[in-house]
């Protein structure tokens, strides 16, 4: 994706990406400077704030250590002039041996010069939660 490429072209690449398990490709959209949040369940890796490139990347590496995501679908894109708010759903199973857990989620993106800026997302805590503590779902 070049400079050229609108917002919503570098999100939609960038979760080609991810479903097709390509991280490097990920990045490669990703300013060197990166804001990268998620509110997740709390002591989880992936919870919290993550900045740069380098950042990132081990972002994704905790989340395939914590979660074996078996559905994960972008459902409605909403587009504005330099941001894409992305709302959708997965289902996971929390690693090592926990349940699986179905939650819808929120991601917003900046898109600047054809590169993510910053991310933000959030899903369904209480559902992750549960799913790790043997709690109801």
């Known amino acids: 994706m070049g400079t050229s490429s609108s917002p919503l072209e570098v999100v939609q690449a960038a ?17 060197e400077d990166i804001d990268w949040t998620f509110r997740g369940a709390k002591g989880l890796a992936y919870t919290g704030t993550f900045r740069g490139k380098g950042a990132v990347e081990k972002w994704f590496a905790s ?4 979660d074996d995501i078996q559905a ?3 459902r409605e894109f909403l587009v504005g002039a330099d941001h894409v708010t992305v709302l959708g759903w997965e289902r996971t199973r929390a690693l090592p041996d926990g ?9 917003v ?14 899903y369904d805590t209480q559902a992750a ?3 790790r503590s043997g709690g109801p779902l």
């Open 15 to 31: 979760y080609a990406a991810f479903g097709a398990g390509n991280i490097p490709a990920i990045l490669a959209l990703g300013a």
């Open 63 to 66: 989340v395939v250590q914590a």
């Open 72 to 74: 994960f679908e972008p």
């Open 99 to 107: 349940k699986v857990f179905e939650t819808e989620w929120v991601h």
């Open 109 to 122: 993106f900046t898109v600047r010069d054809g590169r993510v800026t910053r991310f933000w997302g959030m």
């Open 129 to 131: 939660a549960a799913a």
